[in-house]
Structure formats: C-alpha cells, structure tokens
C-alpha cells in the first residue's frame, strides 16, 4: 500500500458500491445477528498457542467474564478430533470411565469413534454398553462432563503432555 501511486478508476468504482451497499444494508434496519464470542474464538484458533494465551490473559485483565466466555468458546468438546491418536489416549487416562460416557450422550459420531479408537476394544465395548444403558440426562450434567474434559485436554497441553492442531496450522507427521 506504501508503494501504491495509481490506482484504475473501475476499481474505485467497485469500492464506492461496495460501501454503498454495505451503508445501504445498515441503515436499512436489516442485521444479521451473529455470535462475537464465537466468530473471536473461531479467529484465536488460528493464531499460535503462546499467542492466543498472551491475548486472553490480557483480556482476562480487562474483562474476565468475557475472556472466560472466550476461552470456552475457544476450545469446544467436539475440538478433541484434533487430538491425536497417542495424544488422547493420554486424555482419556485422566477421565473418569461414568464422565467420558457421560460427555458422550450428545458427542457427535466423529468425537465417539475418536475415543472407541482411542481405548481398547473391551473398554470400547464397555463404553458403547453404558452408554445405550444411559437414561435420559440433564443436559447440563453432560455439558459440564464435556467441559471438564475440554479443561483436562488443555490442562495437558499446557504442561506438554499433549499437542492439539491448531486451526489452519501445519499438520504434525
């Protein structure tokens, strides 16, 4: 941009219509209602770890209810796909056997396969058996189960026990 001397007039164009369009859309009363918290996790997960740390903890300062909203929405139950294999076992040692089928009852059919793989195939048998015996459950029993593992994931994460792929980040051979 430093370096920019000219710049063709259709492009200008193009730009004057683009925020005559965008002023038109907010004036005209039509939002789209979105969630912040959401869109600036979805941002943070593509950022280097030390980076997204340093970020909320400044936050933290500022606003802590927010930088706690920020850091659930930063890392969610269905992240653990981007676990590795060798890493979630390491988790799953951690978890209790009643709150990993517990934060299973509404895990997506990816995150359930993740752990059947994860576990041998007589614990896999064990879990899917619990899990079909599993009544009807208050759902926040089963979220504060999913996020205590979230918080287990991070926890060994930050002592280096694990690593979690980052969004958009290389790939780990």
């Known amino acids: 941009l430093a370096q920019l001397e000219s710049i063709p007039n ?7 219509k683009q925020f005559a369009s965008e002023i038109a859309a ?10 912040g918290v959401k869109a600036a996790g979805d941002l943070l997960k593509f950022l280097e770890n030390e980076r997204s740390e340093a970020l909320l ?7 802590p209810e927010l930088a706690e909203r920020l850091k659930k929405a930063l890392f969610t139950f269905e992240d653990l796909q981007r676990i590795d294999s060798r890493g979630m076992q390491v988790v799953l040692k951690e978890i209790s056997t009643e709150n990993l089928v517990l934060a299973l009852k509404t895990a997506s059919e990816e995150i359930r396969e993740k752990v059947f ?3 041998s195939s007589r614990a896999a048998g064990m879990i899917r058996e619990e899990l079909e015996l599993l009544g009807p459950t208050r759902l926040a029993d089963v979220e504060a189960a999913q996020q205590m593992i979230v918080e287990a994931a991070l926890r060994l994460e930050r002592e280096g026990r694990i690593q979690i792929a980052r969004e958009g980040g290389a790939d780990y051979v």
């Open 10 to 16: 259709q492009v200008i164009e193009e730009i004057e």
């Open 26 to 35: 907010l004036s005209s009363g039509s939002r789209q209602t979105i969630d």
């Open 57 to 63: 903890e400044e936050l933290t300062s500022l606003d």
């Open 117 to 119: 793989s994860s576990v």
